[in-house]
């Protein structure tokens, strides 16, 4: 079973541009997270969908919103971008939205670098 | 508000070493809590996760214990290997959302 897919992988952007990340979920899975790890902050949760719809999101800025389809993957966006927001970007999929009583399946990440 | 805590921040040790890594949280209200593993530019791999209810789980090599009376957790790796060179992170999970809060890591070098 193909795991937990992100794209792209790497991506430069300028600040005030906006960015879409993609996350396509172990095939099954039907929850799928987001978070954003940077090297003085650490992992920090952004948002998590399931069934296409928002269930928990963390304290990140407005500029920071995501979405789920009905084939579960999931695309997160930040507009009006700073130079703060460059990170790896993981997102991590469950199969049965039984919250932490479930394993956590991450992705390899989007590495953003906003210039 | 929970903070996990990982000590140490980096370690290395030869090969064939039995060694410790610590994990502490502040609030033993944990739902459960995971150990991750993190080569470098690279995802998470879950490596072990342990139920509150649950005292430790082992896999292969690995065993994780937890004390959520005394917020702490540990993760045993028997006869270290230079594969094993990687981040090694904690998280914990309060209730039954799907929110990590993470551990700022212990970075692991195992050398030949």
């Known amino acids: 079973k193909a795991g937990v897919t992100q794209t792209p992988r790497y991506l430069i952007k300028t600040r005030g541009q906006q960015v879409t990340l993609s996350c396509s979920p172990i095939s099954g899975h039907r929850s799928v997270s987001w978070y954003q790890q940077t090297p003085g902050q650490g992992l920090q949760f952004l948002f998590e969908y399931f069934s296409e719809t928002q269930r928990n999101k963390g304290n990140f800025p407005g500029r920071f919103s995501g979405r789920q389809f009905s084939n579960s993957r999931s695309e997160m966006n930040v507009s009006t971008l700073e130079l703060g927001d460059s990170a790896l970007y993981l997102c991590?999929?469950?199969?049965?939205?039984?919250?932490?009583?479930?394993?956590?399946?991450f992705g390899p990440g989007t590495r953003l670098l906003v210039l | 508000k929970q903070e996990v805590t990982q000590i140490p921040a980096a370690l290395s040790v030869p090969e064939g070493e039995n060694l410790v890594l610590n994990c502490s949280f502040t609030?033993?209200?944990?739902?459960?809590l995971q150990w991750f593993r993190q080569d470098p530019g690279k995802g998470l791999t879950s490596l072990l996760l342990?139920?509150?209810?649950?005292r430790e789980q082992t896999s292969g090599r690995l065993n994780a214990s937890l004390d959520k009376s005394s917020g702490r957790s540990t993760l045993y790796i028997a006869a270290s290997q230079p594969g094993d060179s990687a981040t090694y992170l904690c998280a914990v999970i309060m209730d039954s959302s799907y929110k990590l809060i993470f551990g700022s890591g212990t970075r692991l070098l195992v050398r030949p």
């Open positions: 991590a999929s469950s199969a049965r939205g039984l919250g932490g009583r479930e394993t956590q399946y």
């Open positions: 342990i139920q509150s209810s649950q």
């Open positions: 609030d033993s209200a944990i739902y459960n």
